[in-house]
């Protein structure tokens, strides 16, 4: 019989990878995604290359990858070692949040643009370029930072009480099978193939 106890730490073991590597795969959406549109120069007739948020927060991606395989190495460490791995895991999650922070600021978004598009040929300067920041892809990359620093903490706090991976395979010994004595265990000696009087 499943008490109420075990059921909540059974969903408790599985709400944290899910919502953690969620937060890994938010970054991930987000870094792939364009940040900038109807970037035009000075002049506003050339229509220039933009930027994801990949490009702009060039942490994003790696940082996210790193998530999702501490989300794993969580889940199959044991003891003070996933407690260590949480706390990378939560470095992951603040450096990707601060990532997509910083990937927002307008010198640096003028700065790509300038880098990418008068190298490419598109304009001649871009110091004065206008665009348009979208701005959902920023949030959700965010949000999904502070999933990964939140998953990070708890692996710390409460990991150590979660279940591992190989748990499942580990087998409680069975208890022993009582012994016979007298006659009948010379009868279940027997039985087995066994000398009774090896041992007389």
Do not use: F
Request: with cysteine.
């Amino acid at each position: 019989m499943t008490t109420r106890g075990e059921t909540g730490r059974r969903g408790g073991r599985w709400t944290w990878p899910a919502v953690t590597a969620a937060g890994c795969l938010l970054v991930l959406l987000a870094a792939g995604r364009a940040w900038v549109t109807d970037a035009r120069d000075p002049g506003g007739l050339a229509e220039m290359v933009s930027p994801t948020g990949g490009d702009l927060g060039p942490v994003l991606t790696p940082l996210a990858l790193a998530g999702l395989a501490g989300v794993v190495a969580v889940l199959a460490a044991k003891g003070a070692g996933r407690r260590v791995i949480g706390a990378l895991l939560a470095l992951c999650g603040l450096g990707a949040a601060l990532g997509a922070w910083a990937a927002t600021d307008e010198a640096g978004v003028r700065t790509w643009l300038r880098e990418h598009n008068v190298l490419a040929g598109t304009v001649s300067q871009t110091a004065s370029a206008t665009w348009d920041t979208v701005v959902i892809w920023p949030v959700l990359a965010g949000l999904g930072g502070v999933l990964m620093l939140a998953g990070g903490i708890a692996a710390v706090v409460r990991g150590g009480g979660w279940a591992g991976m190989s748990d499942r395979y580990e087998r409680t010994p069975a208890p022993a099978a009582p012994q016979a004595s007298g006659d009948r265990a010379l009868w279940d000696a027997l039985d087995r193939g066994d000398d009774p009087t090896a041992s007389r």
